[in-house]
C-alpha cells in the first residue's frame, strides 16, 4: 500500500511570510512551540498521579465523554494553509487554542498538588501567545474569539483528568502548530 503526502501550497509572492519580520516571529513561535511540546511529559508526570492517565496511550481517545462532563472543550482545529484556511485563519486559531490551554491551566493549576512546572508551562503559553498575536495584525478582519470556559471539578480524580486532557490535548495542539510553522519557514 503506497501513501503520498501533499504539503501546503506555497503562499504567494509578496505575501506577509516572505517578510523578514514575519520569519523572525515564526523563528520565535517555533522555537515557543518546541519549547511546549518538550516540556508536556514532564508537566504531566509532575501534577498527574493516578497511573490509568498516561499521556501518550492509545486510551486516551476513550476518555471523550469525561471529557465533555468535565467541560474540557476541544481545541481549534489546524491544518495546513489552503483555498479554504488562509494565514490569518491559522494564527487566529492558534491564538484561540492557546488562549483556551492557557484558561484551563488556570482553572486547574489552583487545585493541583504540584503546581511549579505547570507555572511554567503557562508560562511558556502566554510568551507564545503573545508572539501569536504580533504575528496576526492588528487590522485583521476577524478578531479572535475566546469563549469562557467553566470546568465541573468535583473532586481530586476530574482535577487529574481534566489536567491529563488538557496536557494531551496540548499536545496535540502543538504538533498541528509545529507543522503549520513548518510549511511556513521560508529558511528551509
Known amino acids: 500500500m503506497a501513501f503520498t503526502a501533499h504539503s501546503a501550497p506555497l503562499p504567494e ?3 506577509p511570510v516572505e517578510d523578514p519580520q514575519f520569519q523572525d516571529g515564526l523563528h520565535r513561535s ?3 512551540t518546541q519549547k511546549i511540546l518538550l516540556s508536556v511529559p514532564d508537566t504531566h508526570k509532575s ?4 497511573e490509568t492517565l498516561q499521556l501518550n496511550s492509545a486510551e486516551n481517545s476513550k476518555l471523550a465523554n469525561i471529557a465533555s462532563t468535565i467541560g474540557v472543550p476541544p481545541a481549534p482545529v489546524l491544518g495546513p494553509l489552503s483555498g479554504n484556511v ?3 485563519d ?3 486559531r492558534m491564538y484561540e487554542g492557546l488562549k483556551l490551554h492557557q484558561e484551563l491551566l488556570n482553572l486547574i493549576a489552583p487545585r493541583l498538588e504540584e503546581k511549579e512546572k505547570v507555572t511554567d508551562l503557562m508560562d511558556d503559553i502566554r510568551d507564545l501567545t503573545i508572539q501569536i498575536k504580533k504575528m496576526l495584525k492588528t487590522g485583521t478582519k ?3 474569539t475566546i469563549a469562557p470556559v467553566a470546568l465541573r471539578l468535583p473532586g ?3 482535577v487529574q483528568v481534566a489536567a491529563h486532557l488538557t496536557l ?3 499536545q496535540s495542539f502543538g504538533q498541528d502548530m509545529d507543522r503549520v510553522f513548518r510549511s511556513l519557514d521560508q529558511s528551509s
Not at 501534577?47 to 493516578?50: G, P, R, V
Open 13 to 15: 509572492s509578496g505575501s
Open 30 to 32: 517555533r522555537s515557543l
Open 90 to 92: 491559522s494564527l487566529r
Open 142 to 144: 476577524q478578531q479572535p
Open 168 to 170: 494531551v490535548q496540548l
Open 47 to 50: 501534577c498527574i498521579h493516578t
Open 86 to 88: 488562509s494565514l490569518e
Open 156 to 158: 481530586s480524580y476530574e
